[in-house]
């Protein structure tokens, strides 16, 4: 059962567009929601996060938004750059009972020139 | 620079074989966790622990099991080794009892033959 779903799974944009990757969850009892972005043979590194009391968190181009009634959040990269290019991962977590993260399945972007 | 060490980058094993992944962190980290990526899947949890000599099953932790005598590494064990296990396993740490706060090793990409 896969409790966090991502979309799409790869997706091509041009330098300075917009990226946007899309997630949904299934448990209402997740409170905690990370993107990773992992490099070619490097580990995910933490991008940016949201807890579920706020709608919209922003990190310079990159912003979550957070729709807890459709259990759905998003990544927004602004002014996508080719350094971007990248996998990128939602995650979910409680602060209680298991503490692991629960990954979707990744979107993998490039950023074309 | 804090750090999460896998020990190996590559790895080929033959079927059947016991395989050990080992990871080593240096930040002091009560939380380990062994996950394993694959494509279109993303990041599953196979084992975590908390404490040292504890351990907790993830969502898939069948054909594998695991060590932590102590608190810095916690090892990767494949009993006997299939080729359905071929696949980029990443080593996290994470400290206390919060959410955040995860470092991920580079990863290493076993091979079974």
């Known amino acids: 059962q896969q409790q966090v779903k991502q979309s799409p799974q790869s997706l091509i944009v041009q330098k300075g567009g917009i990226s946007i990757i899309n997630c949904a969850y299934e448990n209402t009892a997740f409170d905690y929601f990370p993107w990773y972005q992992q490099f070619p043979g490097k580990g995910p590194a933490l991008l940016i996060a949201i807890r579920p009391d706020v709608s919209e968190k922003k990190e310079g181009r990159f912003t979550i938004s957070f729709n807890k009634s459709a259990k759905q959040f998003s990544l927004h990269i602004m002014d996508s750059q080719p350094g971007d290019s990248a996998t990128y991962f939602c995650a979910a977590s409680t602060e209680t009972g298991r503490r692991a993260l629960t990954f979707g399945s990744g979107t993998r972007l490039q950023v074309q020139p | 620079d804090v750090k999460v060490t896998q020990s190996s980058r590559y790895l080929v094993k033959r079927t059947g074989e016991k395989v050990f992944l080992e990871c080593v962190q240096d930040?002091?980290?009560?939380?380990m966790f062994w996950y394993r990526q694959d494509p279109g899947l993303g990041l599953r949890l196979i084992y975590f622990s908390y404490d040292v000599k504890m351990k907790e099953k993830g969502d898939i932790p069948e054909g594998y099991s695991v060590s932590r005598e102590k608190k810095e590494r916690f090892s990767l064990i494949l009993e006997s080794a299939s080729t359905n296990q071929t696949s980029m396993y990443l080593c996290a740490s994470k400290p206390g009892q919060g959410v955040s706060g995860y470092t991920f090793g580079s990863g290493t990409r076993l091979t079974v033959v």
């Open positions: 930040m002091d980290h009560e939380n």
